[in-house]
Nanobody, 122 residues
Framework: VQLVESGGGLAQSGGSLRLSCVAS????????MGWYRQAPGKQRELVAS???????NYVDSVKGRFTISRDNAENTIYLQMNNLKSEDTAVYYC?????????????????WGKGTLVTVSS
């Protein structure tokens, strides 16, 4: 499975960006997809996630500003980021949790994209 992110770039404080992540390749089931970010000198953190059923989860710092959505038919997720702040500057990574059927049952797998840089200028 390959995850390819797009949509990163430079935005001004208060501006907006929309990230996209397309999953390609074979996987039997997708449990959830999401966005993580890693700022310089900081640990990677979960920003938002969405399950196959549409349930969403957000880190407190982006609630009310970011919206995650999903196109199941296209295996694509989006992250609409509004009212951007300088502290949102980071590399944003797409993440997928899924399962692959094997004789014994289901093997859980996870995949990461290579990341897309978001820079917010104050």
């Amino acid at each position: 499975v390959q995850l390819v992110e797009s949509g990163g770039g430079l935005a001004q404080s208060g501006g907006s960006l929309r990230l996209s992540c397309v999953a390609s390749g074979y996987i039997d089931m997708i449990h959830s997809m999401g966005w993580y970010r890693q700022a310089p000198g900081k640990q990677r953190e979960l920003v938002a996630s969405i399950t196959s059923g549409g349930s969403t989860n957000y880190v407190d710092s982006v609630k009310g500003r970011f919206t995650i959505s999903r196109d199941n038919a296209e295996n694509t997720i989006y992250l609409q980021m509004n009212n951007l702040k300088s502290e949102d500057t980071a590399v944003y990574y797409c993440h997928l949790e899924g399962g692959v059927a094997v004789i014994e049952g289901i093997n859980n797998v996870e995949h990461w994209g290579k990341g897309t840089l978001v820079t917010v200028s104050s």
